[in-house]
């Protein structure tokens, strides 16, 4: 399954929302090159009154709802459309990265599906993997380690 239609539609969202996020996760991995897959996308955003607004307008724009699954064990939110296979966790903190600022001057704009979507840095994505310390996570380190160096390789 190919995730541009999806990345496109919540690029779009993103932006008409004006709500600001950085995608994070193995969905930030693959679009970085790595060969991983997932079935949801995740990002880290500021949770603030303001941008819960406009969380509540992204989910709008994409015929989505804002769930709160694990509540109050987690702070995640959740944007959920079952009829288009859409799955969009939005989370304050993340293991490993200090802030959302930090994530962000680091992270890229990709502009590959039609919109300008922040990307956080392998260097995040594996931090916070390594960090969070579960078996998935630890799956996935070494393959993004090998594209994060093919890549520092190909730079030079």
Do not use: C
Request: hydrophobic residues 45%.
């Amino acid at each position: 399954m190919n995730a541009d239609r999806l990345l496109s539609k919540i690029s779009k969202a993103l932006h008409l929302a004006k709500l600001e996020a950085v995608l994070i996760g193995n969905a930030a991995a693959a679009l970085r090159g790595a060969p991983v897959t997932t079935l949801d996308f995740d990002f880290m955003f500021r949770d603030t009154p303001a941008n819960r607004v406009k969380l509540k307008k992204f989910a709008d724009l994409l015929d989505s709802i804002v769930m709160r699954p694990y509540h109050p064990a987690s702070a995640l939110f959740r944007v959920v459309n079952d009829e288009i296979g859409l799955q969009v966790d939005f989370m304050p903190k993340i293991h490993g990265v200090s802030s959302f600022a930090s994530l962000r001057s680091r992270a890229t704009a990709l502009e590959s599906v039609g919109w300008t979507l922040q990307v956080a840095d392998l260097d995040d994505i594996i931090k916070s993997k390594r960090a969070a310390g579960r078996d998935r996570d630890k799956a996935v380190i070494g393959i993004l380690e090998r594209t994060r160096d093919e890549a520092k390789k190909n730079r030079k």
